[in-house]
């Protein structure tokens, strides 16, 4: 009877949403990178700050954008495990090399090496999606992203207490930190093949058709979905407003995939993205998302740069993870709350967007300007954890109007394009071959990128996506 049970239960979509969010804690759960600048340029590695800034970290663009998109495209045709295991695989050595080389040369090949881990954060939440059924989606999704946002939490609550009082060094951390990454590394192992993925695999019904998704569905079935397809949230139905020719470009995206082969899965991918970027409104709400993740990922990757400028660790008792785990917990409470506001985001998203962005941008004048730490800790919490709300905001009505299939290829191709304005800068302003310039003025650069995200909204005729 047990063993029944226990059966019935691994056959639900309860049991890989367990242990991918089981996978996602602790893979997140890193009590060192709060720590990171101060166990750089402190003793353990004798690095100075220009060397990390200029030389160090740039890799780390350069290697994210040189692997995202061959990186999406293995995750579809490996049916997504296999990257979430790679992922953890190169976590590990990341987290090893990190513990056991000096230098610069090497620390630029684990600035790569955590490029190719941030790049295959698209498996986890796409093998989720090929596993689950589209009427579990949110909850399954919450899940997931809460695990992820609490292993982050944790992380730097650990860290800051172990640190604080002294009772781990920054290299027993990483130690610590090899041994989560092992858990992590079991739970992956032990996720469920997918049969399907969106684009290369996908099982086809008895007359040869699938539903765009890799799911099975009778011949009334497939057509119902054509005609409609909708997102449910917070038991309601959404009804997609489905733009003038789409029915045309999914017919051509129906024809590409039942050979299957890559350079039809590519076409099929170029109709999908035409048809997606149709939408005037869409492109101002993209090119908002663009901005402010490019302008987000500068601000982190240097902020602690800024905190080491403004008060050196040696004579400050650094408060990094602490600062950390509260502008997660903050930016997971608002995100979180949001799901239960009644607000009609098509009508006011844009408002929320603009007021709010140029907080974002206040909160960084005051951490540039400001010779006092903890007006940069402050900073920092407010940016981050209204980036998180925004962010959320802008994914709900990107994704309002789209299917699965495409909302994945839309994100996608906003964080590309985020990941290459990123790269612009880097290249131009921070790497030590461009200008070289300093962590002050390198702060200063995503508050730019708020001042374009409000002209763009301003710009928009539409207060919601067609």
């Known amino acids: 009877m047990k063993m029944e049970t226990l059966k019935r239960w691994m056959r639900d979509w309860k049991y890989p949403t367990s242990l991918l969010c089981i996978y996602g804690f602790f893979s997140t759960v890193r009590p060192y990178e709060p720590f990171l600048i101060p166990f750089l340029t402190g003793p353990d590695k004798n690095l100075t700050i220009e060397q990390v800034n200029n030389q160090i970290f740039p890799v780390w663009t350069y290697s994210y954008l040189a692997v995202l998109v061959p990186v999406f495209l293995l995750t579809e045709w490996l049916c997504y495990k296999p990257v979430v295991v790679f992922q953890c695989l190169v976590l590990f050595s990341t987290v090893a090399m990190l513990l056991w080389c000096n230098g610069v040369p090497e620390m630029q090949a684990i600035q790569f090496t955590a490029g190719m881990v941030t790049s295959c954060d698209v498996a986890y939440f796409t093998y989720l999606y090929s596993v689950v059924e589209l009427k579990h989606y949110l909850k399954a999704t919450s899940y997931c992203r809460t695990a992820q946002l609490l292993g982050n939490t944790v992380g730097s609550v650990l860290g800051q207490i172990l640190v604080s009082f002294e009772l781990m060094s920054y290299n027993y951390l990483l130690v610590f930190t090899l041994v ?178 140029a907080l974002e941008g206040g909160a960084l004048f005051a951490m540039v300007f400001s010779a006092n730490i903890w007006v940069c800790y402050c900073g920092y919490i407010i940016f981050k954890s209204l980036y998180m709300l925004l962010i959320t905001i802008a994914m709900f009505q990107i994704a309002a109007g789209l299917n699965v299939k495409r909302y994945a290829l839309v994100f996608g191709a906003n964080t590309f394009c985020a990941l290459v304005l990123q790269t612009i800068i880097t290249s131009v302003m921070v790497d030590s071959s461009g200008l070289g310039v300093d962590i002050v003025t390198q702060v200063r650069l995503p508050d730019t990128f708020h001042t374009a995200q409000n002209d763009l909204l301003q710009s928009s005729p539409a207060r919601h996506i067609r």
């Open 180 to 357: 989560l990454t092992t858990i992590a590394l079991i739970t992956s192992i032990l996720l469920p093949m997918p049969k399907t993925s969106m684009f290369f695999h996908q099982i086809r019904s008895a007359s040869g058709e699938t539903d765009g998704e890799g799911h099975v569905g009778t011949d009334e079935e497939l057509q119902n979905n054509g005609r409609k397809d909708g997102v449910e949230l917070n038991g309601s139905k959404q009804l997609q407003q489905i733009p003038e020719g789409s029915s045309d470009s999914d017919n051509r995206s129906a024809k590409s995939s039942r050979t299957g082969g890559c350079g039809d899965v590519l076409l099929r991918l170029w109709w999908d993205f035409l048809q997606c970027f149709s939408s005037r409104t869409l492109l101002v709400w993209s090119a908002w998302w663009a901005l402010a993740t490019c302008g987000y990922n500068q601000t982190i990757n240097y902020v602690q740069l800024l905190w080491e400028y403004v008060e050196p660790s040696s004579n400050f008792t650094v408060y990094n993870g602490g600062v950390e785990a509260l502008s997660n917990l903050l930016g997971a409470s608002a995100a979180y709350g949001i799901s239960f506001s009644s607000t009609d985001w098509s009508r006011w998203g844009e408002v929320a967007l603009g007021a709010l962005s």
